[in-house]
């Protein structure tokens, strides 16, 4: 319905739609490897020099370049990333690829059991979900990290479009070098520039990186100690809860509206029961952890599994900020702790990509709703004012393009 109406409002927001193009643009296109060479003698030049000796700059312009080949290799990657389809969550919980996945992390509970107990104790984060981020980021620290995080970072500064964001990590991953533990050689990462098993952004290796095996450098390539150390030590600092699980399957009375959804609208369970909201597996809800303010989650909106989650919920949304993302930690952890898979189907959607989401986003904020930013990303707030929306124009109250 809402792409119906999208098709009737083209006109209406073709011009919002052109400035979000400017601002939402893929990398640039017109990319020359020749102009990239020079540009990168003239950056480390301009913005360095003051800070970091001649020799240092000399490496460092070296140990950045990439050769022709990565270069538009890496750039392959991105423009890929950037046009994959957007996932339904009947695509992202594949139940099959998370079983095989299971099996590999009961396997490496038992290897790392006294770490992981160690870390549990330390930091207050329970082992499945420790488990459950290393799984989701690295498959375990088994996945091949193709590219020098300097490299990826630099590149990102010639021709991404969050060139400040990937400065301030520039500037982080040279005082990770300049610290000189690690080899410059070893600091691979991913085409975004996330290094290591646990896929730090050098700021992050910086704040939360955790020497646990005392050897006196922070090692997230070859260290499964400092690895999942590490993890627990970004939740913990976050604000993770001790002793407080991230949430639980429920259903929703059908009257209560699926934009009631989200971290502003937290309620007591009793309160939440009164309005009907109770767990899936039949049990009354008064017996889940009373005390705790929750939230409802509804990643699907009306078409698929509900959820109630605690502020542990949104700590691991701060290790990745995809609603999608924050759910696979959590199920995937109970999955680990023996507990059971959703018991709610998803029901199947329209096929959505970033351009699309990007357009609903663009019509709601035309009309006057937050969608918390334009990032061809359903979350939240997309979520919420599309109901509000669909409630205004007397469609179906859904939450959920279809
Ligand atoms: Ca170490």
């Not at 549990?120 to 990290?145: A, M, N, Y």
């Not at 990826?152 to 070098?177: D, M, P, Q, T």
């Not at 009373?290 to 919920?313: A, D, I, Q, R, W």
């Amino acid at each position: 319905m809402i792409i119906k109406n999208l098709k009737k409002n083209i006109i209406k927001y073709i011009s919002t739609a052109s400035v979000i193009c400017l601002i939402f643009s893929k990398p640039v296109m017109s990319l020359n490897y020749e102009n990239y060479e020079e540009w990168l003698n003239q950056f480390f030049l301009n913005h360095f020099q003051e800070n970091y000796s001649p020799n240092f700059i000399k490496e460092i312009i070296k140990e950045s370049k990439l050769n022709k080949k990565e270069f538009y290799k890496i750039d392959s990657i991105i423009n890929k990333i950037y046009d994959k389809d957007f996932k339904n969550p009947e695509l992202y919980f594949n139940k099959k690829s998370i079983l095989n996945r299971l099996r590999k992390a009961i396997k490496l509970s038992k290897t790392y059991k006294s770490q992981l107990s160690k870390i549990e104790r330390k930091f207050g984060v329970p082992q499945s979900i420790i488990l459950s981020i290393w799984g989701i980021e690295s498959d375990f620290g088994t996945v091949k990290l193709e590219f020098s995080a300097l490299k990826a970072i630099v590149f990102h500064i010639y021709n991404g479009k969050r060139k400040k964001f990937y400065k301030n990590e520039l500037n982080h991953i040279l005082k990770i070098i300049k610290q000189d533990k690690i080899n410059l050689k070893k600091i691979l990462g991913s085409s975004y520039g996330a290094m290591g098993q646990p896929q730090f952004m050098p700021s992050n290796y910086i704040k939360y990186g955790y020497d646990f095996n005392n050897d006196e450098k922070v090692d997230l390539w070859n260290s499964e100690s400092d690895t999942l150390a590490s993890i627990a030590n970004f939740l913990n600092s976050n604000g993770w809860e001790k002793n407080l699980t991230w949430g639980a399957e429920v259903t929703k009375n059908p009257n209560l509206p699926c934009y009631t959804e989200g971290p502003n609208n937290k309620k007591t369970i009793k309160e939440w029961n009164l309005n009907g909201i109770n767990l899936v597996d039949g049990k009354s809800i008064l017996n889940f952890q009373n005390s705790v303010k929750t939230s409802l989650f509804l990643p699907k909106g009306e078409y698929g599994p509900k959820f109630l989650v605690t502020n542990n919920f949104y700590i691991l949304k701060k290790y990745n900020f995809s609603d999608f993302y924050a759910l696979y930690v959590s199920i995937f952890a109970d999955l680990i702790e023996g507990k059971k898979f959703f018991q709610r189907a998803w029901t199947s959607t329209i096929k959505l990509n970033q351009n699309k989401v990007l357009k609903i986003q663009s019509l709601l904020v035309q009309n006057g709703y937050d969608v918390g930013g334009l990032d061809g990303l359903i979350g939240i707030k997309t979520r919420q004012s599309l109901g509000k929306y669909q409630e205004k124009m007397k469609q179906k109250i859904t939450c959920y393009p279809n």
